[in-house]
């Protein structure tokens, strides 16, 4: 006949710690980590043990009792990810037990890896160990390992006063008066614009200018998610556009157009800012917005 179950609830504990001596390996790994360095110890074979042992585990040798220094960065080779961290835990947030072999060791070192996105440990990361402010010769001296710095972030501002040389000059006044000047090349014919002096393909002069019409085709485009204080909103394109007459596109930014809707071979005109705020700049052209024309087939 089944019985009920006998169930006893057992509970091991040393309130106010469990001394245990460490012997001289262990205590010395311990010394060290109070000063802050971390050791390992070397076996008869030449491999270096972090944590040191007394005996080499491969082969049941005592080890020879050299002590190196190791790390401190180290890689990490296996990881278990910890979503939420249990009262012992060495961290209160997510984080990653690790198997760390340090620089100069030939064995792992198992400890916590503290990253802003844990998901983002992997095998092969490099990390550094963060020390304790107090040392007291105990594992948790090293409070956690953190990946590798990798990069940084500064504010960056450049000023600059760029004058416009000839051609840029002409070009700049055409678009002060709401028009866009290129040039053709008297030899090989080509049309560019913003007009140039001289043709980059065959190098000769341009001598004169040639009013384009500010409608063309997007050629190619790229979708921007960083804001930009030009851009309609975020995502915005930017596109090269063929201008229509001209041999080759020009960059500009596509508005009044959700930035999935962009395309290749999508017909485009100017948004030219209201008369009166017009200045010598690329900045009278708002961006510029489909025109509702088929799509022109892409040579
Ligand atoms: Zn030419």
Not at 124 to 149: K, L, Q, S, Y
Not at 164 to 169: D, E, F, K, N, W
Not at 261 to 284: D, F, I
């Amino acid at each position: 006949m089944p019985s009920d179950p006998l169930v006893a609830r057992h509970v091991l504990e040393f309130p106010g710690g469990y001394t245990r001596t460490t012997g001289p390996v262990i205590g010395r790994f311990l010394s060290e980590l109070r000063a802050r360095r971390i050791v390992g110890v070397r076996t008869k074979e030449g491999k270096v043990l972090v944590p040191p042992l007394e005996y080499d585990p491969m082969t049941g040798e005592p080890v020879t009792g050299e002590f190196v220094e190791v790390g401190p960065a180290g890689t990490v080779t296996t990881w278990a990810f910890v979503p939420e961290p249990r009262p012992g835990h060495p961290l209160d947030r997510p984080f990653a037990w690790a198997l760390i072999r340090l620089d100069g060791a030939d064995t792992a070192l198992v400890h916590a890896v503290d990253a802003s996105d844990p998901t983002k440990v992997r095998a092969g990361m490099r990390v550094w160990p963060v020390w304790n402010d107090r040392p007291t010769g105990h594992i948790t001296d090293i409070a956690c390992f953190v990946p590798e710095v990798t990069e940084i972030v500064a504010d960056v501002r450049t000023e600059y006063r760029l004058q416009a040389g000839g051609a840029l000059r002409v070009f700049l006044r055409g678009v002060e008066r709401g028009v866009l000047l290129g040039g053709r090349c008297d030899t090989c014919a080509k049309v560019y614009v913003p007009y140039r002096l001289t043709c980059p393909e065959c190098g000769s002069a341009i001598p004169e200018t040639l009013e384009l019409p500010d409608t063309g085709t997007i050629t190619t485009f790229a979708v921007n998610n960083l804001p930009d204080p030009r851009a309609p909103e975020v995502p915005f394109v930017s596109a090269y556009i063929l201008l229509d007459g001209s041999d080759i596109p020009m960059i500009a930014l596509i508005g009044d157009v959700p930035a999935h809707e962009v395309r290749q071979g999508m017909r485009v005109k100017a948004v030219w800012v209201p008369e009166h705020e017009r200045t010598a700049s690329m900045a009278n052209i708002r961006w510029f917005a489909p025109t509702g024309e088929p799509d022109v087939e892409q040579p």
